[in-house]
């Protein structure tokens, strides 16, 4: 599919300039103006994140724009050779058709909350959580799913910055070491992710001690994100056990 769809965008840009001089000024100055735009969205995705299909995405409408234009009139360029009298809107249909089948596909209809087949974890955590409990994590795209997808989830995101400036700035790692610590003195149930174990843990030292009891950790299961491959990591069950029973 992706080679199909390559094909097609491909003839419908080398149609587009074959076929520039046909078009009305007024049209040519539209046209330079989304060229103009989606060129600096083109420089941007790869000078920033060349990998990442969300800075991807906005490319898309200024593609499609100069590929129909080139499509359109594209049996004016084939008329001599034998192609179907519209050849190039055929293609065009094709485009539009191969792009609504495949973001239905593979981004929307799998994607509804009744039908996730990905978020494994949010699933899982639907069965056991309840009113109360908190959800810690790194705030990366898995956890943004389930804070976006799954509001009862209750949840707090830990930002891992790669510059120390930022990350010493950032309160969100202070933030969710308050609402776990609020959420195990109400007797709830903390579900913390492997990734930010170790530091929630550093800094939840500051409350506890033997005086107030005792943290609990019981591990649930593993886990990782399939779609975007990333790391595979543990989920883990932590509650509060008052100092006169871990005494």
Not at 68 to 82: A, C, D, P, Q
Request: hydrophobic share 45%.
């Amino acid at each position: 599919i992706q080679l199909l769809t390559m094909g097609m965008l491909a003839t419908g840009i080398l149609s587009f300039f074959l076929r520039w001089r046909s078009f009305e000024p007024l049209q040519k100055k539209k046209l330079m103006v989304v060229g103009i735009f989606t060129l600096v969205f083109i420089t941007s995705a790869i000078y920033w994140q060349p990998d990442n299909r969300k800075f991807w995405s906005p490319n898309v409408p200024g593609l499609i724009l100069p590929t129909g234009s080139g499509l359109v009139g594209l049996g004016n360029i084939t008329r001599k050779r034998h192609f179907p009298p519209r050849f190039g809107e055929s293609i065009l249909a094709g485009l539009f058709l191969v792009l609504l089948v495949g973001n239905l596909q593979g981004g929307i209809l799998h994607k509804h909350r009744t039908r996730d087949t990905e978020q494994g974890l949010a699933l899982e955590l639907l069965e056991t959580f309840q009113t109360g409990d908190l959800l810690v994590m790194q705030a990366d795209r898995l956890w943004q799913s389930v804070d976006y997808n799954f509001p009862e989830i209750r949840s707090a995101g830990v930002l891992n910055y790669f510059n120390e400036d930022w990350a010493a700035a950032d309160t969100s790692l202070s933030f969710a070491v308050k609402s776990m610590w609020e959420t195990l003195q109400a007797g709830g149930t903390g579900y913390v992710s492997s990734k930010v174990d170790e530091e929630l843990t550093s800094q939840m030292s500051k409350f506890s001690g033997p005086a107030f009891g005792r943290l609990e950790k019981n591990f649930l299961f593993r886990f990782a994100d399939q779609e975007q491959a990333l790391q595979e990591f543990e989920l883990w069950a932590w509650r509060w056990v008052p100092g006169a029973q871990g005494e």
